[in-house]
């Protein structure tokens, strides 16, 4: 794989990166600062995977963050 191809793989999949390295940690350590527990018996940072995943698709699929 050419240094260029894996840039374009890795700028695809940017949203999803920033919400797996930024916005799950963001959200687990805000849910531990204000004391609140993740739903259905998960941990605070599974919780935040799945938030970040989450909004990191819809970004993706939207082409926007907005």
């Known amino acids: 794989m050419k240094p ?3 840039l374009g793989m890795l ?3 940017g949203p999803i990166l920033f919400g ?3 916005l ?4 687990a350590q805000s849910m531990d ?3 609140w527990q993740a739903p259905f018996g998960s ?3 599974v919780f935040g995977l799945l938030v970040g995943i989450s909004l990191g698709l819809v970004a ?3 082409g926007s963050w907005v």
């Open 11 to 13: 700028s695809r999949a």
């Open 20 to 22: 797996v390295g930024f």
């Open 24 to 27: 799950a940690p963001l959200v």
């Open 33 to 35: 600062a204000l004391g």
């Open 4 to 6: 260029a191809e894996a």
């Open 60 to 62: 993706k699929c939207r």
């Open 43 to 45: 941990s605070r940072v």
